[in-house]
Each structure stands twice: as C-alpha cells, then as structure tokens.
C-alpha cells in the first residue's frame, strides 16, 4: 500500500503484544497453569490467539467462560494468573523479525518512542527489559497507567501529553482493531503490521497508512 503524504511524525507510540514482541506462547502457557491449578481443562492456542488484545483481565475472564468455569473464580484466578505470567513472563516469547532493525532506524531519526499496551505496566517493562528493548523507549504504558484501555482513545491521548507531541502528529503502530479504533478516535495517524493479533480477522481490511509486513519496512515521509 502507498503511504499517505503526510508531514514526518514527532514521535512514534508502538502497541506490544502483537506487534513487537509475539507473546502467544507465554500467553498459552500460563493459562494452561492457572487452569491446572483450578482443575479445569486447558483452552486451545487459536482460542488464546483470537481472545488476546483487551487486556489480561478480559482474557482471563473468557477463558473461564470457555472452559465452563464460574465467574467467581476471576479473584482466585487472577492471583494465579499474575504469579504464573511473573515466573514465565518472556520464556516462550520472542522479538518479531524486523523489530530492532527497525527501532534502530526510528532512534536514528532521533524520534522518541513510547509503548502503550493493554498488559498491566510491570510485566510489559519486565517483558521489554528480559528482550533487551527497554532502551528504545522514553515511557512505557500498561493497561493498568490510566482510568480506560485500547480501544478507549484516553491512553493514546494520555502518552501524546506524555511524549509532549499532538496526536495529529504522533503515529500510531499497532496489530488490530483495538489499536485502529483507539488512534482514529484519538487522532494519531495509524500504520498497523500484518504479523499479529487481530482476533482472527484479517488486519488489512482495516484502514492505515501502512500496512507492514516487518517494522523495518516503516515508511516515514522525508523532512
């Protein structure tokens, strides 16, 4: 897809789980573990690929849905879950193709980056750090730093006043419709990578900038 003219962005926010760093294994692992704990039977790999993206608790409240669990388990689960994700947190996960390559091209350019995630705050830059991406970005953003998450435009126009940059001139890259509809009401500009999750639908059906198959194919405008 052609990129859209546009005047080259002050700074870049970059979505996590998904476009980053693909996390589907730790995700898969540890709900094996919690649902172990609470003797109920293990959700599949394409239920986790499909239900991932709202947040950690959104997720662990469907996957008790899925496998016939009772709603007032979530407590007993979530404790389970936060101390499964501590212990594994980065075990089965590995940085997509493209990503330092391309960080490295941002930080060249000298703009600066935040990740804004709907995984809580600590795990995420637990996450970055045990990957060795923590040093490309000047804040860190979990689902747990504001009063809304993705697909709510607040935490985009929280780390816009953050970065000190207008959305219109802060681009957006993320890996689904939680991160398209959180830019668009937000007003950043949005490129999205074709690589993660978007609940099973295809992502080049939603409209971007750009459409990238690597971070290293970014296309920025010249200025």
Not at 13 to 21: A, K, M, N, V
Not at 66 to 73: C, N, T, Y
Not at 122 to 130: M, V
Not at 136 to 157: C, E, I, N
């Amino acid at each position: 897809m052609t990129p859209v003219t546009l005047d080259p962005p002050l700074a870049l926010i970059l979505d996590l789980d998904g476009t980053l760093i693909d996390t589907l294994g730790d995700f898969v692992a540890v709900l094996d573990r919690v649902l172990a704990d609470l003797g109920l039977p293990p959700v599949s790999r394409d239920f986790v690929e499909h239900t991932i993206g709202r947040g950690s608790e959104h997720l662990l409240r469907k996957t008790l849905a899925e496998v016939g669990g009772d709603a007032a388990l979530f407590e007993r689960a979530w404790t389970l879950y936060q101390a499964h994700y501590e212990a594994l947190n980065g075990t089965h996960a590995a940085v997509y193709p493209g990503v330092v390559a391309g960080l490295d091209a941002l930080r060249a350019r000298g703009l600066p980056l935040a990740v804004l995630t709907n995984k809580p705050a600590a795990p995420a830059r637990d996450l970055l750090r045990r990957k060795g991406l923590d040093g490309y970005f000047r804040h860190v953003f979990g689902g747990d730093d504001f009063a809304r998450k993705k697909p709510d435009p607040l935490p985009l126009v929280k780390t816009c006043e953050a970065l000190g940059t207008p959305p219109a001139a802060t681009w957006m890259v993320g890996d689904s419709r939680n991160d398209a509809e959180a830019a668009r009401a937000a007003g950043c500009p949005l490129v999205l990578v074709t690589y993660g999750y978007n609940h099973g639908e295809d992502i080049r059906a939603v409209a971007a900038l750009q459409h990238l198959d690597r971070l290293d194919a970014l296309a920025l405008p010249a200025g």
